[in-house]
């Protein structure tokens, strides 16, 4: 993964700082990644941009946001990564499985709602949290309903049937 700024006053040593902890753990949380869903994530084409005029972390099309306003743990700098990067591959898997016609940003609510409880149910996966013990790994209020609906459908290796079956009920 590249890593570069998006504003002029974060500096080299914030990049090489968060760069440095992202990559000493890379491999160990893509492939727990993996084992928890099934996806293949690969980051070779995938730039982080560090903005430290946010604290909010996003993610388009092959690339993710960090933002690191007011400073970040090495723990969140791993935890929101991982969840940035799992939304790509996460609509790779919807449009693989023809699920949706929407697009990142042009979601439903309800899509939204989902991808934000699957990235929830992930990173809080015991065997990544190990990744992050420090971090709080948080459900957005508003998508805890969700979360109650389609919780069931979360096992272990298999995003594909969680998707299958989420987007059954959310129709
Ligand atoms: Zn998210």
Request: charge should be positive; proline fraction near 2%.
């Amino acid at each position: 993964m590249k890593f570069d700024s998006s504003n002029i006053s974060t500096n080299k040593n914030a990049i090489n700082k968060i760069r440095k902890i992202w990559q000493k753990s890379e491999k160990k949380i893509l492939k727990e990644i993996g084992n928890l869903t099934g996806l293949a994530i690969k980051t070779n084409s995938i730039t982080c941009h560090i903005d430290d005029s946010t604290t909010n972390g996003l993610y388009g099309k092959n690339s993710i946001t960090l933002g690191v306003k007011g400073g970040i743990s090495a723990d969140d700098v791993r935890m929101v990564i991982a969840h940035e990067l799992f939304h790509i591959f996460y609509w790779k898997k919807l449009k693989k499985m023809c699920l949706t016609k929407s697009s990142p940003g042009k979601e439903s609510k309800q899509e939204w709602n989902l991808a934000e409880v699957a990235a929830f149910l992930l990173t809080n996966e015991p065997s990544l949290k190990k990744c992050w013990p420090n971090a709080q790994v948080c459900l957005y209020p508003k998508t805890k309903s969700t979360c109650k609906k389609v919780k069931q459908f979360w096992k272990q290796g298999d995003i594909g049937y969680f998707l299958a079956q989420s987007y059954k009920i959310l129709k």
